[in-house]
C-alpha cells in the first residue's frame, strides 16, 4: 500500500540537514529522502584534505569559536569530557553520535548533488516540488516529486575575492582563506592576510607560527574576543545571557556597545593601540573570535596594517603609505557570497540588498509555505541553536500545526529587520539575514510554542527561572515545553555549568561561585582596573 505519509526532500547533510531530518522523524507522517552531494555527511565539520567551492572547508586546527554548552543541540548535550571550544572532529563526532542516536544517517543519499529544484505542474493546487539530483559518481540523474523541501545547503563555502587595482600584477601566491589546510608551505614567507573576520584572525595566527612575518591588512578593523573570558571560563559562557541582552531592548546599541568595549574587551586587547581601531561598534558588526591575538600583535609575529591601495609585481602598497611591502603569498580571507544554484528565480527573491525570507526560512512569494532555507542567517552568537529551531519550526509547519501569516505581514517584518540591520551594521550583501542570538531564538521558539513561560518557572520553580534568566542561553530551555519536549531538560539546565568546568580541571570541579561574589569581583575589578 502506498504511503500516506508527506514525501520530504532535504538538500544537504550538514548539522542543518540532520537537525532537519531529525525535526521531521520526531514530528511523524513525513517520508523523508536527504541528498548530500559528497560522501560523508557533517558539512562544515567534516575536514576534508582539499578544499571544493560549494562545500566549507576548515583547517586541520579549527576549533568552534562558540563554546560547546551555547552551541549545543537542544536535547542532546554534549559530554562534560568535551573541551569547551571543540576542535572540528570533536563537533564532527557530537554531531555523527545526535544523528546516529536519532536514526537519521539511513535517510541520506551521498554522492547526490541536487541540481534543480522547481514546481509541479499542478503547484499552484498542491504545492509540490519536483526535485532533479544527479549522482555525482554514476552521472544518473534522477527526478521525483516531494510535498516539501528543506534547503540546508550553509553559506558560508562560495568565496568572495575583491580585486585591488594592479592584482594581476602580483607574481606571489594569491588565494582565498577557504583554500588554506596546512602552513608548512608558508614556513619563512613573508604573508599579508586581508581581512580581520573569524577566518583571517586564524589564517594570520595560524601562518604566523611558521612564517618569516604576516601582516594583517584591514579596511575597517573589528573587535576581537578572546575565547578565554576574564573569569578563565569560555566568553560566551559569561556574556551571552539573556538579561545582559535585554538591555539591548532598553538602551541604544551604541551605548551597549561602548560599555562592553571598554569593560570587557579593553581590557583583553585594547584596539586603541594599534593601527586599524575598529569604524563601527562593537554590536554594529560581527565580533571577531579568537585565541592568542593579542600576544601575536605584542610580541610583532603579526603586524596590523590598513587596506590594500594596490598590488605591485613583489607586495602591495597600503592605503596611507607610499613603500611596497613586499610579500610571497596573500591570503584572502574576505568572507563569502551566497547562491542557490538549483533554486527557480521566483523562490529567493531579492529586492536591492533585501532578501525576501520570513525569519530568514521561509520565501514570502510563494503561494504555499513547502520549501524552506534552514542554516541560512549570520547570527550574533552560536549558529546551531537557532538552525535547530527553525528546523523544529518547519516541521511543524509542514505538519501543518502552525501557520504563517499573512503575506503583508511577512513582508512589512521582513523589511522592517532589513532597515533595523541597515541601520546598525550598514548595507551589505548579507545583512537581511543578521540576526541577535537570543532574541531570534526566543522569536523562533515563540512560532510554534517552543519558548519557556518564564512567569510560570518565577512561580513555581525559581532555580530554574534563575538559571534561564542570568544563565548562559542554553538551547535545553526550548525543550521544556512545546512540541516534543525533553524529560532531560531541566537537568540539563542545571548541570551545565559542571560540563563547562570539568575539562577544564579534568575532574569535577569544586569551585561553585555565587552571584555575590561574582558581582563582588566585578565590582572590584572596575574599581582597581
Ligand atoms: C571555519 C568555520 C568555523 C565555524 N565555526 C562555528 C562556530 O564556532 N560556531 C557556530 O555556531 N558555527 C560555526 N561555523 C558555521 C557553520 O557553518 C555552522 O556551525 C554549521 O556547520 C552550518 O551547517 P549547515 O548544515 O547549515 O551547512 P554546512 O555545514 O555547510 O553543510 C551543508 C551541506 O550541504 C551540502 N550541499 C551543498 N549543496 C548541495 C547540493 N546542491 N546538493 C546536495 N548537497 C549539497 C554540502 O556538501 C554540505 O555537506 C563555522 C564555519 C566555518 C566555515
Redesign the pocket.
Known amino acids: 500500500m502506498a504511503s500516506k505519509n508527506k514525501r520530504v526532500a532535504v538538500?544537504?547533510?550538514?548539522?542543518?540537514?540532520i537537525a532537519s531530518m531529525v525535526a521531521l522523524k520526531e514530528e511523524g507522517g513525513f517520508d523523508i529522502a536527504c541528498?548530500?552531494?559528497?560522501d560523508n555527511f557533517g558539512?562544515?565539520?567534516c575536514y576534508r584534505e582539499e578544499s571544493v567551492i560549494?562545500?566549507?572547508?576548515?583547517m586541520p586546527t579549527?576549533h568552534?569559536?562558540?563554546s560547546k554548552e551555547l552551541?549545543a543541540i537542544s536535547n542532546f548535550p554534549p559530554r562534560k569530557e568535551c573541551s569547551n571550544f571543540m576542535r572540528h572532529d570533536q563537533v564532527y563526532e557530537y554531531i555523527q553520535e545526535y544523528a546516529k542516536l536519532q536514526d537519521v544517517l539511513k535517510y541520506i543519499q551521498f554522492n547526490?548533488?541536487?541540481t534543480e529544484v522547481k514546481k509541479t505542474d499542478d503547484y499552484e493546487e498542491t504545492g509540490r516540488w519536483i526535485v532533479t539530483v544527479k549522482n555525482t559518481v554514476t552521472r544518473e540523474i534522477t527526478n521525483s516529486v516531494y510535498d516539501g523541501v528543506m534547503v540546508?545547503?550553509?553559506h558560508?563555502?562560495r568565496p568572495n575575492i575583491p580585486s585591488y587595482p594592479g592584482q594581476d600584477l602580483f607574481k606571489g601566491n594569491l588565494f582565498h582563506s577557504h583554500s588554506l589546510k596546512e602552513v608548512d608551505p608558508y614556513k619563512n614567507k613573508t604573508i599579508i592576510v586581508v581581512g580581520m573576520g573569524?577566518?583571517g584572525l586564524d589564517a594570520a595566527i595560524e601562518t604566523s607560527n611558521v612564517a618569516k612575518q604576516v601582516y594583517l591588512s584591514a579596511r575597517n578593523g573589528a573587535f576581537v574576543v578572546d575565547r578565554v573570558g576574564i573569569n578563565g571560563i569560555p566568553y560566551d559562557y559569561d556574556m551571552l545571557r539573556p538579561y545582559l541582552y535585554q538591555l539591548m531592548d532598553i538602551f541604544p546599541t551604541k551605548f551597549i556597545s561602548w560599555c562592553f568595549e571598554t569593560g570587557y574587551l579593553d581590557k583583553q586587547y585594547n584596539h586603541n593601540l594599534y593601527p586599524v581601531v575598529p569604524k563601527q561598534h562593537l554590536l554594529a558588526r560581527d565580533p571577531s573570535v579568537t585565541s592568542n591575538f593579542s600576544a601575536k600583535l605584542i610580541n610583532g609575529a603579526v603586524i596590523q596594517k590598513p587596506g590594500i591601495q594596490s598590488f605591485t609585481e613583489d607586495g602591495v602598497v597600503f592605503e596611507g603609505e607610499t613603500e611596497v611591502t613586499k610579500a610571497d603569498v596573500v591570503i584572502m580571507a574576505t568572507g563569502y557570497t551566497w547562491k542557490f544554484p538549483?533554486l527557480e528565480e521566483d523562490v529567493l527573491v531579492r529586492e536591492e540588498n533585501r532578501i525576501d525570507l520570513y525569519k530568514c526560512v521561509f520565501p514570502i512569494h510563494l503561494k504555499h509555505p513547502t520549501i524552506a532555507i534552514v542554516?541560512f542567517f549570520l547570527p550574533f552568537g552560536?549558529?546551531?541553536p537557532p538552525?535547530e529551531l527553525q528546523c523544529r519550526w518547519v516541521a511543524q509547519v509542514f505538519a501543518g500545526k502552525c501557520k504563517l501569516p499573512s503575506r503583508k505581514i511577512m513582508l512589512e517584518h521582513t523589511r522592517r529587520r532589513y532597515e533595523a540591520n541597515v541601520a546598525r551594521y550598514g548595507p551589505s550583501e548579507k545583512v537581511s539575514i543578521k540576526v541577535d542570538f537570543i532574541q531570534y531564538c526566543d522569536e523562533i521558539a515563540v512560532e510554534f510554542g517552543a519558548k519557556p513561560n518564564l512567569l510560570k518557572y518565577f512561580l513555581t520553580d525559581i532555580h530554574l527561572f534563575s538559571k534561564i534568566m542570568f544563565g548562559p542561553s542554553l538551547a535545553y530551555q526550548y525543550r521544556l515545553q512545546g512540541p516534543h519536549p525533553w524529560d532531560g531538560a531541566r537537568e540539563a539546565i542545571m548541570t551545565s555549568e559542571e560540563r563547562m568546568l570539568y575539562p577544564l580541571a579534568r575532574r569535577e570541579s569544586n569551585v561553585r561561585e555565587n552571584m555575590l561574589k561574582i558581582l563582588f569581583r566585578k565590582a572590584l575589578s572596575a574599581l582597581l582596573f
Open positions: 538538500i544537504g547533510g550538514g548539522v542543518a540537514g541528498f548530500e552531494k559528497t558539512g562544515t565539520w560549494g562545500v566549507a572547508s576548515i579549527t568552534l569559536v562558540t552551541s547526490s548533488k541536487v540546508a545547503i550553509g558560508v563555502n573569524c577566518s538549483f542554516g552560536p549558529g546551531i538552525g
